[in-house]
């Protein structure tokens, strides 16, 4: 790779200086009402800490050095527990017994806020149960500015106010467990490749460079709703922003994440993004997970011992690790995890803790697994949290991934299909036998549902992409199953699913069904397989996948027969080279769908649910339709590789708007069994319009802690105290390790910096979310059967907003600001029998009317001119229009 792009180049390249501006110090927590109880419970317990007790709460205790995949250390003698870290995102990673939910994507699909929360709520059940602390997830970063990026998936879709519902749905699900949530990767994750030092042979991380007014109406926007959801963790990313690593960046922590937007949780890394000492606890960094330091499993830690020794030599300031400590405890206390009914102490006190391990999976093993010695215990108890009877969670995967199934090409009514195969799309006679052939690997169940680690291989029917994100599969329902259950005996079914190869032309010919299944795959960028790492190569499908669907349609019934795609995927998959195929009746996305993946297909085709999943993506024509802006940096182009945000805005369906490309299927499209119309749109302003959001008001004041630094020799190692081999510990060797001086801080550490305007609360300025447009419209179910459709409604700016909104008169540069053709503001999904009709109404606040001002730092509503309401089906289907 390095050769291929310039090896001397990309080491001798000096790097760009860092971009970010400082912002100290790290905001305290503490600020807000709705914390306020669990800040003084925390305040309380943490004065009395010592400080080996508060580096230990901060603290990892290293790779494998607990039975979760990220374990801090407890402060006994306060009785405060070693916290238990978990992946993941769509279920509970390491862990037996457990439910593989649908992916995010699958559910950002279902655009179904209902069924958004309810994962979330089973997920956090899970975990509970399962006992675990912090869940890392949800994701909302990347967004999905790249189509082919890896981790996409993992997400909800790519528009900023989707993610954000989606996002906020299932944090309080989530938390309603009393799990604290983790919302990830804070920010501008958008690829895998170059996202981490030396994983791609380069010393460092990747850049992603954005301007201010992009990285707040686009990739802060999901964080925001996330913060106001009440989220008590944030993760901060792998790479660089603005040219300072994510986990040490004081603008973006400190600044935005913590004083603008009102974050009163604890930031902990992603695992191993920590890339220095003091200066990432200056910088706003509160949890260093999972310990390590520069490299895995070694023990040598950037913080633990040295996080005391810089509080000792006055490297940091004692009132950083106070609230970093307090950030930690207060989201204990915020989530009622001292309710020991529902989370019991570990052992020695109790027998909670996690009953699990993630490192074995035999009944007793070692309590340290990654030291190889230590004391053993139980570390697996085998406790199903799948839920049972109608609480069963299968049952909600089942439903979650049928609503996200998106139908997009149904000629001539192929589907439903009928039990026995025949239907009002075909002519022939009933008196003979139907027949079905069932076509290509992604139907089966190939090497099993849990061949590849971390499920790091595309074999088998695709029901979750790759990487920390991924679980093990208790079952998985393949699609082949579920037909095979589905269609009478009388139904003649040929299944080719070993591989994709193209069956031959003699068995196609005699089918009058042919129902091809192709995916594409992807995932974090520690793994690869089949050519791909991390990022998709392009958007094709994977596994000659284009080639199968031309040679089942060119043969199926002799080109007469009806064929039908079913794609399972990570996001976008290109169709053009078989789309317009006459005798490709049907198409279908599935995306990822998890463990219930057969049954909830079966459930769309056969017409038991009819089809509500809208696209939470464009589907493009070809990879550049998405723009420079689209497109994943494959090679590196310095010695940190700069990845530049130049497009702004313009991501996804924004980007096709403004150059007005066609694309194949807009984002929201997606056909149903039954038919909808919109009428009656009624638009009224219900607050006046004005140009700043209301005077931050001053919070709540932080705990007060006693500061002075502690004796050093209470920080040694205890005498005769046993290491274990690369265990992270809090103690330091000796006296003799402290030299007190002159701490150089960071340049502006000094500065103080003024409260943000648009700061105030959880998420923002409160009043952002004062509405002030109400929408009515009136949607009707047309068509002979029950179904679901989703309102979606979207906003253009006025024209000529001009850049300074202060300015009158002849002050008044002739500068205007540039607006997206339209954005989304508000969808709801709503479930009608055939022929009634119900009035939806949606809410636009503040924000909703307002864009980020770099030079105000504020967000800012037009006073001026008229806001175009457009109210449809889809981004491109709008045909109720009016102004506000």
Not at 179 to 192: D, G, P, R, S, W
Not at 337 to 353: A, K, M, T, V, Y
Not at 446 to 473: H, I, M, Y
Request: proline letters at 7%.
């Amino acid at each position: 790779m390095l050769l291929s792009a310039g090896g001397v180049f990309v080491y001798t390249h000096t790097p760009k200086d860092g971009q970010s501006p400082p912002w100290y110090p790290t905001p305290p927590g503490g600020t807000v009402s709705s914390w306020r109880l669990s800040y003084e419970k925390a305040a309380n317990l943490v004065r009395k800490m010592t400080l080996i007790e508060k580096v230990n709460v901060t603290t990892g205790t290293g790779w494998q050095m607990g039975l979760c995949v990220g374990n801090t250390g407890p402060a006994t003698g306060v009785g405060f527990p070693a916290l238990c870290l978990q992946d993941g995102p769509l279920g509970i990673r390491f862990a037996d017994k457990i439910t593989a939910f649908p992916a995010g994507i699958t559910t950002g699909a279902t655009w179904n806020r209902d069924l958004m929360y309810k994962r979330g709520r089973a997920h956090g059940l899970e975990a509970r149960l399962k006992g675990v602390n912090v869940l890392l997830g949800p994701a909302m970063g990347p967004l999905g500015r790249m189509p082919a990026g890896g981790r996409n998936w993992e997400g909800f879709g790519s528009d900023p106010v989707l993610q954000g519902v989606a996002a906020a749905e299932t944090i309080k699900g989530i938390q309603s467990q009393g799990v604290i949530a983790t919302a990830k990767h804070f920010i501008l994750n958008e690829q895998e490749h170059f996202r981490q030092s030396f994983e791609w042979g380069l010393p460092n991380a990747m850049s992603t460079n954005a301007d201010d007014r992009t990285l707040h109406e686009l990739y802060l926007w999901p964080f925001a709703e996330s913060v106001r959801a009440g989220v008590a963790s944030v993760m901060c990313s792998y790479q660089m922003v603005n040219n300072s690593y994510a986990c040490g960046n004081s603008k973006i922590m400190n600044g935005i994440l913590k004083d603008e937007l009102g974050f009163q949780g604890f930031i902990q890394s992603d695992w191993l993004a920590q890339r220095s000492g003091v200066a990432s606890a200056l910088a706003g960094l509160d949890m260093s997970m999972p310990g390590d330091g520069l490299r895995w499993a070694n023990g040598n830690s950037l913080w633990g011992s040295q996080l005391t020794t810089a509080i000792l030599n006055g490297s940091i300031p004692l009132s950083r690790l106070n609230d970093m400590v307090t950030r930690i405890v207060a989201s204990w206390y915020q989530l009622g995890q001292d309710d020991q009914s529902r989370f019991p102490l570990p052992p020695p006190e109790g027998d909670g803790g996690p009953n699990f391990s993630s490192w074995t999976n035999d009944e007793v093993g070692l309590l340290h697994h990654g030291s190889g010695e230590g004391e053993k215990g139980i570390v697996n108890k085998f406790i199903d949290v799948q839920g049972t009877g109608q609480d069963a969670h299968g049952i909600l995967c089942r439903t979650i991934a049928a609503e996200a199934t998106v139908l997009l090409k149904n000629d001539d009514k192929v589907l439903p299909l009928s039990l026995d195969g025949w239907s009002t799309s075909y002519e022939g006679e009933r008196g003979r036998q139907f027949k079905v052939a069932i076509v290509g690997e992604d139907a089966g169940e190939g090497k099993g549902r849990n061949a590849c680690p971390d499920r790091g291989c595309n074999q088998g029917t695709l029901a979750s992409g790759w990487g920390s994100g991924a679980v093990e599969f208790p079952y998985l329902i393949t699609p082949l199953a579920a037909l095979k259950e589905e269609f009478s005996p009388d139904v003649a079914i040929t299944a080719l699913v070993e591989n994709n190869n193209p069956p031959p032309p003699s068995v196609l010919i005699e089918q009058d069904l042919c129902i091809v299944f192709i995916n594409a795959d992807s995932g974090e960028g520690y793994l690869g397989h089949d050519g791909v790492h991390g990022d998709r190569n392009d958007l094709y499908p994977h596994k000659n996948g284009d080639k199968l669907v031309q040679a089942v349609a060119k043969s199926c019934g002799g080109g007469n027969g009806n064929t039908v795609v079913i794609v399972h995927s990570v996001g976008p998959v290109l169709v053009e080279k078989w789309i317009d195929i006459a005798n490709i009746k049907g198409l279908i996305f599935a995306n990822l769908p998890g463990e219930e993946s057969g049954h909830a297909l079966a459930d769309i085709l056969f017409g038991r649910v009819s089809p509500s999943g809208k696209l939470p993506y464009t589907v493009g024509r070809s990879l550049p339709d998405y723009g420079a802006g689209g497109q994943v940096l494959y090679y590196p182009n310095g010695v940190i590789p700069q990845q530049d945000f130049t497009e702004g805005l313009y991501i996804d369906y924004r980007h096709f708007d403004k150059y007005n490309i066609a694309p194949r299927y807009e984002f929201g499209f997606g056909l149903s069994y039954t038919t909808f119309a919109l009428s009656n749109l009624k638009v009224s302003l219900v607050r006046e319009k004005s140009t700043f959001p209301s005077p931050r008001t001053p919070g709540l004041s932080a705990p007060k802690y006693d500061d002075k630094i502690p004796p050093a020799s209470d920080a040694v190692f205890p005498k005769g105290f046993r290491k274990l081999k690369n265990y992270i510990y809090p103690y330091i060797s000796g006296v003799e390790d402290i030299r007190p001086g002159k701490y150089p801080y960071p340049k502006g550490y000094d500065i103080a910096q003024p409260p943000s305007q648009a700061g105030g609360g959880e998420g923002g300025n409160p009043s952002l979310w004062d509405i002030h447009g109400e929408v009515e419209v009136t949607l009707t179910n047309t068509g002979i059967r029950t179904g679901q459709e989703v309102v979606q409604l979207y906003l253009s700016f006025p024209k000529d907003v001009p850049a300074d909104p202060t300015a009158s008169g002849s002050n008044r540069a002739e500068t205007y600001i540039d607006f997206p053709v339209k954005v989304l503001r508000a969808f709801e999904k709503v479930e009608l029998i055939s022929r009634e009709s119900k009035t939806v109404k949606l809410s636009l606040t503040r924000k909703d009317l307002s864009y980020w001002s770099v030079t105000e730092q504020n967000w800012i509503m037009p006073t001026q001119g008229k806001f175009k309401i457009m109210v449809g089906t889809s981004s491109r289907n709008l045909p109720l229009r009016a102004t506000l």
